[in-house]
């Protein structure tokens, strides 16, 4: 399979596709909503193209105006979900140094949080409810 999803444009269409058949007009009209910015039919049916050739879409024509509509076959389905796995690796990746864990409920906190001194060690809570309920049944306090 020789498909590269190089520009947020391509992670979008195949996005959009993953919802359902989709005309190109509709694919451009959606990607100009959600990129805010203007979208060429350049930028789409060239990769609608490459999908199809890659047996990822089937092109059907539909209504009087034989209207092209996209859609995911199997393959294109698995395809997509294999990319949105490696991209929520990636994102893992970026994320877990950032990331505190509770400890009192062990949960994961990106940003914020509560951190108290108790015993002279600084400890990380994901909220002041959590501290207490540690002090209260750890500490006995």
Not at 63 to 92: A, C, E, I, P, W
Not at 117 to 122: F, T
């Amino acid at each position: 399979m020789n498909v590269k999803i190089e520009s947020l444009v391509k992670f979008y269409t195949v996005l959009l596709l993953n919802e359902g058949s989709k005309h190109g007009y509709e694919l451009i009209k959606e990607l100009k909503k959600k990129l805010n910015r203007k979208i060429g039919t350049s930028q789409v049916y060239p990769f609608l193209g490459i999908l199809q050739k890659n047996h990822l879409i089937v092109v059907e024509e539909i209504g009087g105006r034989k209207k092209k509509t996209y859609k995911l076959t199997t393959s294109g389905k698995s395809f997509v979900n294999s990319m949105l796995q490696r991209f929520g690796d990636l994102l893992h990746i970026a994320m877990e140094p950032k990331l505190t864990i509770c400890t009192h409920c062990g949960c994961k906190v990106y940003e914020g949080g509560h951190e108290e001194i108790i015993k002279n060690k600084k400890l990380k809570f994901c909220c002041h409810h959590c501290a207490m309920s540690f002090k209260k049944h750890k500490l006995g306090n």
